[in-house]
């Protein structure tokens, strides 16, 4: 993985003009770099049991998806799953979440986003309960900036398409949402994007959650806001690496490619 891949090159070539010792990250591909994003999103909390879907569209229209029959503690490079614009599977043993028709349906409606996660998390899934929406309350909060809108256009599961065009529709062009009573959803351009904004909801939503049990917690001005959220534009340096080398380092099997091809 192209270090500064999908990183503004201006802005790194000043703040960052030496290569390093070693790379950061071998050459992964598309496939492993999701089954990484599935481990590291497990670790932020998007762990309810078996729920979840990440979908990544390629150039052709299709798309990348994670199994339905796997945890996203155990998904690797191997168990990814292609799927055709109609949500069928092209290449695996794998099936895919009845509720794929949401990922189907955004990807059409939206062609700014490339990765559509969803799932059930630990912290930004409380406040989806509580119906409202975490505040900014420090740095690590405020690296994505806008609005985080408590979307409630939700009335059973995601295999019904009614229900998931109703969802899509009320979304509009958010960059992620919080679905009342259900759980989380991110949008993004690309993966280094998309974690980025998981792993903001999910620190946002638990330091939000802290402060309210302590009494207290200043939100951040607007202004600030957007100031330290530069990256959600161009990129966030070395986190997505980062934090793929730290599961690679617990599970060297999560990219397993050639076992596809044994």
């Not at 980025?196 to 001005?221: F, I």
Request: a negative charge.
């Amino acid at each position: 993985m192209d270090r500064f891949e999908h990183l503004n090159r201006d802005i790194m070539a000043a703040i960052a003009p030496r290569p390093g010792r070693y790379p950061l990250l071998g050459q992964i591909s598309l496939k492993g770099q999701i089954a990484l994003l599935c481990r590291m999103a497990f670790r932020e909390g998007w762990n309810e049991h078996l729920a979840g879907h990440i979908t990544v569209r390629l150039p052709d229209g299709n798309l990348l998806c994670n199994p339905w029959e796997l945890t996203w503690d155990e998904v690797t490079e191997a168990d990814i799953v292609t799927v055709n614009p109609q949500g069928e599977v092209q290449d695996s043993d794998w099936n895919v979440t009845p509720a794929i028709g949401l990922h189907l349906q955004l990807h059409a409606a939206r062609p700014d986003v490339h990765v559509v996660m969803h799932n059930h998390p630990e912290w930004s899934g409380l406040w989806a309960c509580l119906g409202e929406s975490p505040p900014p309350l420090d740095q690590a909060g405020a690296y994505v900036d806008g609005p985080l809108p408590v979307v409630s256009e939700y009335d059973g599961t995601f295999d019904d398409r009614d229900i998931t065009a109703a969802l899509v529709s009320a979304l509009g062009d958010a960059k992620w949402a919080l679905l009342a009573n259900h759980g989380a959803l991110v949008l993004g351009a690309n993966l280094r994007q998309a974690h980025l904004r998981m792993a903001t909801l999910e620190w946002r939503s638990k330091r939000a959650w802290q402060a309210r049990l302590a009494g207290g917690g200043q939100v951040l001005p607007e202004a600030m806001v957007r100031q330290i959220a530069l990256p959600d534009a161009n990129g966030f340096p070395f986190l997505f690496e980062a934090m793929a080398r730290r599961e690679l380092r617990l599970d060297p099997g999560i990219l397993n490619a050639a076992e596809t091809t044994a």
